[in-house]
């Protein structure tokens, strides 16, 4: 395996820059004894695997394959149960199904899972009522209810977070290993709530059409095609949490080194990706395939200068650029992206985040996403890059396999006023079933 070009970097060298979005705990020697804990137990996921995907994204880079990485704004410790995790995975597994069917291309599948438990934050105090408090930053660091007790920092709740993870991961590979993916059985994957809508019944012949063709394959050879039977499954958060990642970055003496073990594909947040900062440093030592969110005040400098401390070697499915503009700006910015990375020389992969920069506040005063502009945004960014010589190789999506009422529009027509209906999400709006396999339709169309 290639040495990737790594100088004066260790798993707590980052401690030296600057930290944003960092939980301020009262207990210092606390926070020391649960990271001790952390860093003893076993690896969430194994290098062989995140080698694994890193090849699948050097691949959709190359145009052969296609990412889609999708799930949770913010996972909740409340919702490691069994029916939430299979209907994030049956989404998943039907839009996949879809891009292939379209698209003609194998597609790589990542959750937004496993630990997405904490989320970054524009102010550090929230108020209400004349009272201040912490704002919530996710599961992993402290509690939703506005009490003074709940938002509180409690490092304990990095255990609960890694069990929490440990148990989710656990099983999301016993569902993808125990034929819950089998192309021969999509009945598995129905979601009650959408049984009688149109675009369940276009669904429905997009599978037809395929099990007729693995029919006819089975036929022909004599045997059962074992591939359709199972479907890989990759996991990725934000990697926000510099203590947490840090505790689970382990050395492989094998292949010379370092793996964070906590996740798959970890990204960079908008709000963190400043090229001198704590998370780029930390970031650029772990071999794992990492993403990078771009968002209008990026610069194409700050761009240049994030491709080379990244991937330096120019390593082949090293990196992912999420860009994530807004529908207005997205036409003027990403030609600027497009033209940076590619006076560094070097190839990344990229991906379209079209629900950051599309959320407004609604009449009722909820947070949404308007879906016409999630789609506007989405298929700009596919014009810009075939006009740019360049190929968008992947979306990144919030989405939930439950029947809520957070983004507007869709095939349902959902308004402002039916928002409050299942608005369920304690941080950003998430697409719903009907809309998640909408877009997944629109992108096979592309």
């Known amino acids: 395996m290639k040495d990737r070009n790594i100088t004066n970097w260790y798993p707590t ?34 290098w062989g695997e995140i080698e694994s ?12 394959r296609f990412l889609l990485q999708g799930g949770d704004c913010a996972e909740s410790f409340e919702d490691c149960r069994p029916d939430t995790i299979a209907n994030k995975l049956k989404i998943l597994l039907q839009m996949s199904v879809v891009l292939i069917h379209g698209m003609q291309k194998r597609v790589i599948r990542v959750g937004r899972i496993a630990g997405q438990y904490a989320k970054p934050r524009s102010a550090d105090i929230e108020e209400r009522d004349g ?13 939703a209810p506005f009490t003074e007790k709940d938002r509180k920092p409690d490092p304990h ?47 429905r012949h997009i599978i037809e059409t395929i099990r007729e063709s693995l029919s006819f394959a089975e036929t022909v050879s004599g045997r059962k095609i074992q591939e359709a039977g199972r479907a890989d499954f990759y996991t990725s958060h934000e990697g926000l949490h510099l203590l947490y990642e840090q505790a689970q970055t382990q ?63 120019d390593e082949a499915g090293r990196l992912t650029l999420i860009h994530r503009y807004g529908y207005r700006q997205v036409e003027e910015k990403l030609p600027i992206l497009i033209e940076a990375v590619r006076r560094t020389g070097k190839t990344v992969l990229y991906s379209c985040d079209s629900m950051h920069g599309n959320t407004e506040i609604a009449s ?66 998430r697409l719903n079933y009907e809309q998640a396999l909408e877009m997944a339709m629109q992108i096979a169309e592309k």
Not at 395 to 414: P, S, Y
């Open 13 to 46: 060298s980052w401690q030296g820059k600057t930290a944003g979005q960092q939980p301020l705990y009262a207990d210092q020697a606390e926070v020391d004894r649960v990271l001790a804990q952390l860093s003893k137990m076993p690896p969430l996921v194994t």
């Open 53 to 64: 995907l890193k090849k699948q994204l050097a691949e959709a880079a190359r145009g052969e």
């Open 131 to 143: 009272k201040a408090l912490p704002s919530y930053r996710g599961d992993l660091i402290n509690r």
């Open 157 to 203: 709740l990095l255990l609960r977070g890694y069990e929490r993870a440990a148990m989710t991961l656990n099983y999301v590979r016993a569902m993808g290993e125990g034929g819950f993916a089998d192309l021969h059985h999509p009945e598995y994957w129905q979601l009650d709530f959408v049984k009688d809508s149109q675009l369940e019944k276009n669904y």
């Open 251 to 313: 050395y492989v003496e094998e292949v010379d080194r370092w793996y964070n073990n906590s996740t798959h594909f970890p990204w960079i947040g908008v709000r963190t990706a400043h090229p001198d900062a704590a998370h780029v440093e930390f970031f650029r030592g772990i071999a794992n395939p990492v993403g990078v969110k771009i968002g209008p005040d990026t610069t194409a400098d700050e761009i240049s200068q994030l491709v080379d401390i990244l991937n330096p070697d």
């Open 364 to 429: 009722n005063g909820l947070k949404t996403r308007r879906f016409e502009n999630i789609l506007s945004e989405l298929n700009i960014a596919f014009a810009v890059h075939k006009s740019e010589g360049s190929h968008l190789g992947g979306v990144h999506v919030e989405l939930t396999g439950e029947n809520v009422t957070e983004c507007t529009g869709g095939a349902r027509g959902l308004t402002d006023d039916d928002l409050e209906r299942a608005y369920k999400s304690q941080v950003d709006p």
